[in-house]
């Protein structure tokens, strides 16, 4: 039976089981390509400001998502690797649910003075604490070590 074909049988199968194996390419594209290069020398990140409706955009895009308008490459500007956890979890299995050797707090930090969020790990001794509105800092990879991507940011503190 092909997508198209109406299924009529309701004792034959609607879904299979087993492994199918997907491989993706996923490119840092022109903006996420200055981004990484930006990260890779400095402990900050780059926002974008579209000059239409005055929003700052984090990670940086080249368009805006709401005028349509492209954003020019001088409305780029750093801004500081800190920002507020929105929300925050605490993961005690990995991905195949065995049981880690130490509990793993991953929380989404909005990035100061933007429309910006990016999900990290925390490191703290404050397990079971509520989290929300904490600021915290990005803590960087020695820039020797740095390979451009988001494993260069290796975890999070609260300041």
């Known amino acids: 039976m092909t997508f198209l074909e109406k299924q009529t049988d309701p004792e034959s ?5 087993g492994n199918m194996q997907a491989d993706y390419l996923y490119t840092n594209g022109t903006a996420g390509d200055r981004f990484f290069k930006h990260m890779m020398k400095k402990d900050s990140f780059l926002a974008s400001k579209c000059q239409e409706c005055g929003t700052i955009y984090f990670p940086p895009r080249l368009y805006c998502e709401d005028c349509f308008v492209e954003i020019p490459a001088g409305e780029w500007f ?34 100061d003075g ?19 509105g904490a600021h915290v800092k990005a803590v960087f990879r020695p820039k020797k ?3 451009g991507t988001l494993k260069d940011i290796l975890h999070f503190v609260i300041e």
Request: glycine fraction near 8%; proline fraction near 5%; hydrophobic fraction near 40%.
């Open 13 to 17: 199968p609607m879904h299979w089981r």
């Open 145 to 147: 070590e740095r390979e």
């Open 78 to 111: 750093e801004v500081p690797a800190k920002g507020r956890i929105r929300l925050s979890t605490t993961a005690r299995l990995n991905t195949f649910g065995e049981k880690l050797k130490e509990p793993v707090i991953l929380a989404l930090i909005d990035v």
């Open 114 to 132: 933007t429309h910006g969020a990016m999900v990290g790990v925390l490191k703290t001794k404050k397990m079971g604490a509520d989290l929300c």
